[in-house]
Structure formats: C-alpha cells, structure tokens
T-cell receptor, first 109, second 116 residues
C-alpha cells in the first residue's frame, strides 16, 4: 500500500528553526509537495521537489532524498503566523497526489 | 498560479436535504478536478476525480449516488451532497492540477458543511 508518515504535532519557539520530516512509500514517484494549511482554510503551496537535494525559498527550505524515501521542510526565523499544519504529499506513478496526515506546528513566544 | 473559486464557503443544512458546492477555474480550462473531504485534525481524503464531459471516478468507499459530481464544462465542477446527514459534516475542498506534470495542485477555498 501507499503510505506517507509525518509527526502529528511539533512545538517550536518564535525566532527558532524547526524541521518537519516526511517519509513515504508509494507506487512510483513524480514529485513531492509541501503545503501549509491554517485551520479552516484550504492548503497553500509551499514547495516542490522532484530531484534530490535542497530547495530554498526565503525562510522555507525543502529537502528530498529519493533513495531514502525521505523529505523534510525546514522553517527558519519562526514567526507566530507560521503556526499551522504542514502537509506532505507525493505524486505517484499515476500522477495522483497521496497525502500525509499533516504536522500541526505550534509556535510559542 | 491558477485561481480556483469554491462556493459557498460555509453552509448549514437540515438533515435530509441536499447541498450543492461549486468549484470554478477562473483562469484556465481544467479537464480534471479533484474533490476532497477533510475531517478535523485529519488529512485530505480524495473522494473523486471529476473529468469534463464524462462520469467522475470515485474512490473506494465513496457513495457515488450520495455525492453527485457534475463536470459539465472546462471551468465548472459541482459536488452535490444528497440527503445529507450529520456524519456528512466536514470540510470539502476542490482542486485542479495545473498544466504540466510539474505543477502543484491549486485549491479552492473550501466549504465547511454542517448538517443539523
């Protein structure tokens, strides 16, 4: 079966750095996505990785290792508005998105 | 990125009634749209894939007669929850895939359905 695992909840301090991990087992791989979702709102796109390595975009970076079936989202200089759920999704061989359950990130002052 | 408009954002209905949710692609023609349901603190669950001009493809366990999907044009897909019950209360989100395999999914604003 297809499976995506991410921690259920994480807590971090404002101004600090946090890394959210995602491991996956899917039938084929055509890219990995990270989305941010605030409570009661639709997800918003953060990043896309299809090749191994690190993609940096401002305070957010995303890393992918296809051989290990592993990705992480790195958030720097945390702000209170970063409190949200972060969803990892993998596009499989049928180009269907398989979603993780999301990681709820709580930022404390 | 693509703009997806979903309406209504919130709806409260009585048990036994039907509710229609619209999903519009505002700036490009979407041959395929996806309908998701999300329960509190849970991940997105794909309900069905809506294909323009043909019948929708439903995921296992999703009742096609209860969740009617119509994708009559390249810019509009609708989801109708028929004979709604309190257990259908959830957050429903539509999305469409951008043109090209590398692009991300674009989401509507979501619809919070409460059945009383």
């Amino acid at each position: 079966g297809q499976n995506i695992d991410q921690p259920t909840e994480m807590t971090a301090t404002e101004g600090a750095i946090v890394q959210i991990n995602c491991t996956y087992q899917t039938s084929g791989f055509n890219g990995l996505f990270w989305y941010q979702q605030h409570a009661g709102e639709a997800p918003t796109f953060l990043s896309y990785n299809v090749l191994d390595g690190l993609e940096e975009k401002g305070r957010f970076s995303s890393f992918l290792s296809r051989s290990k079936g592993y990705s992480y989202l790195l958030l720097k200089e945390l702000q209170m508005k970063d409190s949200a759920s972060y969803l990892c999704a993998v596009r499989d061989s049928n180009y269907q998105l398989i979603w993780g359950a999301g990681t709820k990130l709580i930022i404390k002052p | 990125g693509a703009v997806v408009s979903q309406h209504p954002s919130r709806v409260i209905c009585k048990s036994g009634t039907s509710v229609k949710i619209e999903c519009r692609s505002l700036d490009f023609q979407a041959t395929t749209m996806f309908w998701y349901r999300q329960f509190p603190k849970k991940s997105l669950m794909l309900m069905a894939t809506s294909n323009e001009g043909s019948k929708a493809t439903y995921e296992q366990g999703v009742e096609k007669d209860k969740f009617l999907i119509n994708h009559a044009s390249l810019t509009l897909s609708t989801l109708t929850v028929t004979s709604a019950h309190p257990e259908d209360s959830s957050f429903y989100i539509c999305s469409l895939k951008g043109q090209g395999a590398e692009t991300e999914a674009f989401f509507g604003q979501g619809t919070r359905l409460t059945v009383v």
